[in-house]
């Protein structure tokens, strides 16, 4: 839950193709088509049509880097969900909001944390994180300091070292995933720079922070 909800900002992102299902998008006139789906190997595909007719037959996905290695071969879909709507997601950038209709948060624990982001930030910086596996980033607005991190299908706890607060005392409040996908567990305690908090991210979940200068 705290995945879909409470990590960070919101990201609009289409649903992925439920495996053996395609996704098609047409034109308004229907006559240019895109197509993504699953082929027997597990591999993303995706083809254009005009008119019904194949312009660019099936053909794999590949991930081009301008600073990393082309990945390509071997590239295949472990799993897939899909829902509608839009979910949140950690956006680094300038600008953050809240998407989806404001009344299904309100009534999911944790909404206190979402109505507390802001919709800009002052800085942003990397925590820790593995491609495919985990990621956990810290934004600043102000002196407040927001961490947020997520998970791949398998459950960890990430540590998240303090060091980039300031002097003086603080005050973590904590949004973790509880016993089950509706749940979340909210802790607060006294904090420093020099200290580590433990994020514990259930499957395909995800954990906040929101820190605050103690007065």
Same mark, same amino acid.
């Given at each position: ?10 990201? %609009?992102?289409? =649903?992925?193709?439920?495996? $053996?299902?395609?996704? *098609?998008?047409? +034109? /308004?006139? #229907?006559?240019?088509?895109? !197509? ?7 591999? %993303?595909?995706? =083809?254009?049509?005009?008119? $019904?007719?194949?312009? *660019?037959?099936? +053909? /794999?996905? #590949?991930?081009?880097?301008? !600073? ?30 809240? !998407? ?116």
């Amino acid at each position: 839950m705290l995945r879909h909800i409470l990590t960070s900002t919101a990201l %609009p992102c289409p =649903a992925a193709p439920a495996l $053996g299902q395609p996704l *098609i998008v047409a +034109s /308004p006139d #229907g006559r240019v088509s895109a !197509r993504v789906a699953i082929d027997a190997q597990n591999r %993303p595909t995706y =083809a254009l049509s005009f008119r $019904g007719r194949d312009v *660019i037959a099936p +053909s /794999p996905f #590949g991930l081009a880097f301008e !600073r990393y290695q082309t990945l390509s071969s071997g590239m295949a879909v472990q799993g897939s969900s899909s829902r509608s709507g839009a979910d949140s997601y950690p956006l680094i950038g300038k600008a953050s909001s809240v !998407r989806d209709s404001p009344d299904n948060y309100r009534v999911q624990s944790g909404f206190d944390f979402v109505q507390s982001v802001p919709s800009a930030w002052d800085e942003t910086r990397s925590i820790s994180g593995a491609l495919g596996e985990h990621v956990a980033i810290a934004r600043r607005k102000g002196r407040d300091w927001y961490v947020g991190a997520m998970t791949n299908e398998q459950g960890r706890s990430v540590a998240i070292p303090l060091t980039f607060l300031g002097s003086g005392k603080w005050t973590a409040n904590s949004w973790q995933d509880g016993s089950s996908s509706m749940e979340v567990l909210r802790s607060t305690v006294p904090v420093a720079a020099g200290d580590t908090l433990q994020l514990k991210l259930a499957p395909s979940g995800g954990g906040v922070l929101r820190l605050i200068p103690s007065r």
